[in-house]
């Protein structure tokens, strides 16, 4: 079982509908979950970050987080065709280690 | 500004040359990475450090090595580069364990 795991996609969503894109990882003793955005052949820029269970709201964006289930979500409303790139889904492990998902693919068709 | 400087961006060189990618820091941040990221195999760690003089292996450490002399700067060294290491490979650093990483803009690496 890989430690952080993401359907590579792609994830294809029309203008203006809900993208939700999902994480599930290993290791119960993680400790905070980020995702990040990456265009490609560029740097990934981080997203959201999140460390409680429940919802977290930033814009158009929500991330969720349920520990005892050991999945973190995040939720892009509204999408647009510049949300069109690669998800990361990225988990640090009780040793502080920063541990990547392969990333989701999003396409978002006008 | 804060932000992590990769240098160089680009690279092609012949098997066995030595090289040094360098990667710096102006956050004060504790911890700093190295990736490698390969199509169909994300972003996979190769050394991190913790501290000044603080050095661990991540997960792929093969071929590297890793010096952090100062908190700023984290120089990935590769002593006789391979054609497998050809690869994007991207600087990271923390202000502390558990936070989040902010990278560099990346070093696109080829090795003929």
């Known amino acids: 079982q890989k430690e952080v795991e993401q359907n590579s996609g792609p994830l294809s969503v029309p203008e203006g509908a809900i993208a939700s894109l999902n994480c599930t990882y290993s290791?119960?003793?993680?400790?905070?979950f980020f995702w990040y955005r990456q265009y490609s052949g560029k740097s990934p820029e981080l997203i959201m970050s999140?460390?409680?269970?429940g919802d977290k709201e930033d814009g158009r964006f929500t991330a969720q987080l349920n520990k005892a289930s050991q999945y973190v979500s995040l939720l892009i409303r509204d999408s647009q065709p510049s949300d069109s790139a690669t998800y990361l889904c990225?988990?640090?492990?009780?040793?502080?280690?920063?541990?990547f998902g392969q990333g989701t693919t999003l396409q978002v068709k006008p | 500004e804060a932000q992590v400087t990769q240098n160089p961006r680009y690279l092609i060189t012949v098997t066995g040359k030595k090289l040094t990618v360098t990667c710096s820091q102006n956050?004060?941040?504790?911890?700093m990475s190295w990736y490698r990221q390969d199509p169909g195999l994300g972003l996979r760690q190769i050394y991190y450090?913790?501290?000044?003089?603080?050095?661990d292996k991540g997960d792929v450490p093969e071929g590297y090595k890793v010096s952090r002399k100062e908190k700023r700067n984290f120089p990935l060294i590769l002593e006789s580069p391979s054609p497998n290491q050809t690869s994007l490979y991207f600087c990271?650093?923390?202000?502390?364990?558990?936070?989040?990483?902010?990278f560099g803009q990346g070093t696109r690496l080829t090795v003929v």
């Open positions: 990225a988990v640090s492990s009780n040793t502080g280690k920063l541990i």
């Open positions: 290791d119960r003793g993680s400790q905070s």
């Open positions: 999140i460390y409680s269970n």
């Open positions: 956050m004060n941040h504790e911890y």
């Open positions: 450090s913790m501290n000044v003089e603080v050095t």
């Open positions: 990271a650093s923390l202000r502390q364990r558990n936070t989040e990483a902010f």
